[in-house]
Nanobody, 118 residues
Framework: QVQLVESGGGLVQAGGSLRLSCTAS????????MAWYRQAPGKQRELVAG??????????NYADSVKDRFTISRDNTKNTVYLQMNSLKPEDTAVYYC?????????WGQGTQVTVSP
């Protein structure tokens, strides 16, 4: 069983930056495909960015809406995945969730609120 704990959310003005962190319990973190999702009020949860595990050479992918502004990365020595968010916009306001997947098992964190004021 893998537990994911997010941190780093908060309130920031438009144009500002935040870095989210998600730390996983357990071993074999490098095998996990990790991703950040977000869910705004009244909207469906959507993929923001993903970073594959070692079997896929840590390939990354991004939603078009965050390309060139957000960067996903991972530190396997710390069992942590990061989401660096720059040039934030009010439309980035949402609860951000960390997701991990390996061998068909999916794990979710509890979410962290990101609020971007105009």
């Amino acid at each position: 069983q893998v537990q994911l704990v997010e941190s780093g959310g908060g309130l920031v003005q438009a144009g500002g930056s935040l870095r989210l962190s998600c730390t996983a319990s357990g071993s074999r973190f490098s095998l996990l495909d990790m991703a950040w999702y977000r869910q705004a009020p009244g909207k469906q949860r959507e993929l923001v960015a993903g970073i594959a595990g070692i079997r896929s050479l840590y390939r990354t992918n991004y939603a078009d809406s965050v390309k060139d502004r957000f960067t996903i990365s991972r530190d396997n020595t710390k069992n942590t995945v990061y989401l660096q968010m720059n040039s934030l916009k009010p439309e980035d306001t949402a609860v951000y969730y960390c997701r991990g997947e390996s061998t068909g098992n999916v794990y979710w964190g509890q979410g962290t609120q990101v609020t971007v004021s105009p």
